[in-house]
């Protein structure tokens, strides 16, 4: 098998997503029940067009310390449901189905499907099993041992044993290459009832995912080391992690501020001055105030990412919301105006004239502002505009 260099930063997740959904490979780390192509194997929940987060036993009331965590995990093509429609949020989660997410948490997951990791001899004593079980995870299981995700004296990969609060905690810490923090934290003094459970050589490994804010202990001041972890609480503790890993940049993904939701459409102007219109998909997901909202909820100003799949918007999640809107009413002579390569309005002047000054301002219109009163827009007609943030939603020519 070829050696690799460790990874230091992720690939873009939205990439990694569009590589995920767009091939034709079903290995999904949903459930590692069986081999690649056996009957009983749980794929990943991808619906009709590719990408699926609506999950029929994942709410946003019941399950809000977690939803989040779970919708942006699956938009990245992470952590997935299954093809049932479910997620099943309190099943305890495996090793095997951990150390598959954190591979594809990484941007590994092309790598971890190369022929010559998918085909490789490792030397772990429960190697035949685990290739006769989960054939499909041997790739994934040969890039974290080459990235550092197993320690040196793991002699087994116990793929079915339950991940447990302390052995994910460990597992997250080396993803986020933190293990060099990790050993020179192992003298650490952590203040948990139960820090007596707590291997001496994983203390470093807590004492940082507690400092980085990965995991949390308990009310009862207890740390629990070998509680499991559940798939709910895992995509919690990888949404965690992912918001710290350093990015190469959001290829695939829309990052930028609302300008106008028009229609079936919505366009966001970038960082870099350009602005890119996508149309939503009819499944779009949109994540507004840690819910779910309607395409009508995002508003101009508004900060989002949005990842795209064959051209259309599966899911928009707004990272900031738009500051209030600032109302404003004008009203002075119609100068002129000019439409939008769809044949609609897209800005309007008004003339103003004060103490014997014509004033002209120019105002940005919504696509979908409407016009009432009067025959129709003609220079020097009389107008009322109405907006919100400089941008006219209503017109009313007088007589």
Avoid: C
């Avoid at 302390?166 to 948990?192: C, H, I, N, R, Y």
């Avoid at 995002?298 to 999640?317: C, H, M, S």
Wanted: net charge positive; charged share 25%; no cysteine.
């Amino acid at each position: 098998m070829k050696q690799m260099q460790p990874v230091l930063k992720k690939t873009a997740a939205a990439t990694l997503a569009l590589a995920m959904l767009a091939g034709s490979a079903t290995a999904a780390m949903a459930s590692a029940k069986s081999d690649q192509g056996s009957k009983n194997r749980h794929d990943d929940k991808r619906g009709k067009n590719g990408i699926h987060l609506n999950y029929k036993d994942v709410n946003g009331k019941e399950w809000k310390w977690a939803y989040g965590s779970i919708v942006r995990l699956a938009s990245q093509g992470v952590f997935n449901g299954y093809g049932d429609g479910s997620f099943k949020p309190r099943n305890n989660i495996s090793r095997i189905e951990a150390l598959v997410a954190a591979v594809r948490l990484l941007g590994l997951k092309e790598e971890a499907e190369k022929p010559e990791n998918a085909n490789a001899k490792l030397n772990f004593k429960d190697f035949a099993q685990l290739k006769k079980k989960y054939g499909w995870a041997v790739g994934y299981v040969a890039v974290a041992l080459e990235n550092d995700l197993f320690s040196e004296t793991d002699a087994a990969v116990e793929p079915d044993k339950p991940a447990t609060r302390l052995w994910a905690s460990v597992l997250l810490v080396k993803a986020m290459k933190l293990e060099g923090e990790a050993k020179q934290k192992m003298d650490t003094e952590l203040p948990f009832r139960d820090a007596k459970e707590i291997p001496a050589g994983s203390v470093g490994y807590i004492a940082v995912a507690l400092e980085k804010n990965l995991i949390k202990g308990y009310d009862d001041k207890t740390f629990q080391p070998n509680r499991p972890v559940t798939r709910a609480e895992l995509a919690s503790l990888l949404d965690r992690v992912d918001r710290q890993l350093p990015e190469e940049g959001r290829a695939q993904a829309i990052v930028g501020k609302v300008e106008t939701v028009a229609g079936n459409a919505l366009t966001v102007r970038k960082a870099d001055g350009t602005a890119e219109t996508v149309a939503f998909d009819g499944s779009v997901f949109i994540f507004r105030d840690n819910v779910k909202a309607p395409i009508s909820a995002l508003q101009p100003g508004d900060e989002v990412l949005v990842r795209t799949y064959e051209g259309k918007a599966v899911f928009i999640e707004v990272t900031k919301t738009a500051a209030a809107s600032a109302q404003f009413v004008d009203s002075g002579t119609l100068g002129s105006f000019t439409l939008g390569p769809d044949g609609k309005l897209a800005t309007i002047s008004v003339h103003k004239t004060s103490d014997g000054v014509t004033h002209i301002i120019i105002y940005d219109v919504d696509p979908n502002a409407t016009i009432s009163g009067g025959a129709g827009l003609s220079p020097n007609a009389n107008v009322v505009v109405r907006g919100s943030n400089n941008i006219v939603k209503t017109i009313e020519i007088q007589a």
